[in-house]
């Protein structure tokens, strides 16, 4: 089942969700190893490139999933979620996917406004333009902040959300997790939907 329905999240936003997760896992681990200054210049510069290959991909599919998230419709809560919950749950996902995108933004900003004027080479296969930034160092210093903030900001807001998801799954027993784990059947089975909306598909802004 490709698409969301009521009941569940489809196949390309379970594809998605967990195709961009683990993305920012391997950027946040690259992104801490190339800092070490001990590293051999030579691998450090590999570090680097592969940092920003795994970015540019992230981007992509973050741009992608926010047109997806805009496009589909939002599956119904699951049955016993407090009103609360679920608007926090809204919002947290909105942050993410707004983040998704202007983390590697923020990152490409860096590169571009390098004094280095060092090229990004995607996987070896094509270099990516840098965007129209001036070169300076005081450029440069702030698109780092920037995107160091934003990047921990996410950490922090990916760990809530997966010890959420934890917490629902094992403690609570509402398979939150389940429906990220498996698409969406054809047979709709939710449960009233919680905070006074109405049992029936939503157009758009899905929040997985």
């Given at each position: 089942?490709?698409?969301?329905?009521?009941?569940?999240?489809?196949?390309?936003t379970?594809?998605?969700?967990?195709?961009?997760?683990?993305?920012?896992?391997?950027?946040?681990?690259?992104?801490?190893?190339?800092?070490?200054?001990?590293?051999?210049?030579?691998l450090?510069?590999?570090?680097?490139?592969?940092?920003?290959?795994?970015?540019?991909?992230?981007?992509?599919?973050?741009?992608?999933?926010?047109?997806?998230?805009?496009a589909?419709?939002?599956?119904?809560?699951?049955?016993?979620?407090?009103?609360?919950?679920?608007?926090?749950?809204?919002?947290?996902?909105?942050?993410?996917?707004?983040?998704?995108?202007?983390?590697?933004?923020?990152?490409?900003?860096?590169?571009?406004?390098?004094?280095?004027?060092?090229?990004?080479?995607?996987?070896?296969?094509?270099?990516?333009?840098?965007?129209?930034?001036?070169?300076?160092?005081?450029?440069?210093?702030?698109?780092?902040?920037?995107?160091?903030?934003?990047?921990?900001?996410?950490?922090?807001?990916?760990?809530?959300?997966?010890?959420?998801?934890?917490?629902?799954?094992?403690?609570?027993?509402?398979?939150?997790?389940?429906?990220?784990?498996?698409s969406?059947?054809?047979?709709?089975?939710?449960?009233?939907v919680?905070?006074?909306?109405?049992?029936?598909?939503?157009?758009?802004?899905?929040?997985?």
């Amino acid at each position: 089942m490709l698409r969301n329905r009521e009941n569940g999240f489809g196949t390309v936003t379970i594809v998605l969700h967990w195709t961009i997760a683990l993305l920012i896992l391997g950027l946040m681990f690259v992104g801490f190893a190339m800092r070490r200054i001990e590293l051999d210049p030579a691998l450090q510069f590999s570090l680097y490139q592969w940092h920003k290959s795994l970015g540019f991909t992230a981007l992509g599919l973050a741009l992608l999933r926010a047109l997806w998230w805009l496009a589909e419709r939002t599956p119904q809560p699951v049955p016993g979620l407090h009103p609360f919950e679920y608007a926090a749950a809204r919002q947290t996902h909105r942050i993410l996917i707004l983040l998704g995108v202007i983390v590697p933004l923020a990152g490409w900003a860096v590169a571009s406004a390098s004094t280095l004027n060092m090229p990004s080479f995607y996987f070896n296969i094509i270099v990516i333009p840098h965007l129209p930034l001036p070169h300076s160092e005081s450029a440069e210093a702030f698109w780092a902040r920037t995107h160091a903030l934003l990047a921990y900001v996410m950490l922090v807001l990916v760990a809530i959300h997966a010890v959420a998801a934890l917490y629902h799954q094992f403690v609570r027993g509402d398979d939150v997790l389940i429906r990220m784990l498996r698409s969406a059947s054809s047979r709709s089975d939710a449960g009233p939907v919680q905070g006074g909306e109405t049992n029936r598909p939503l157009a758009g802004r899905n929040d997985p």
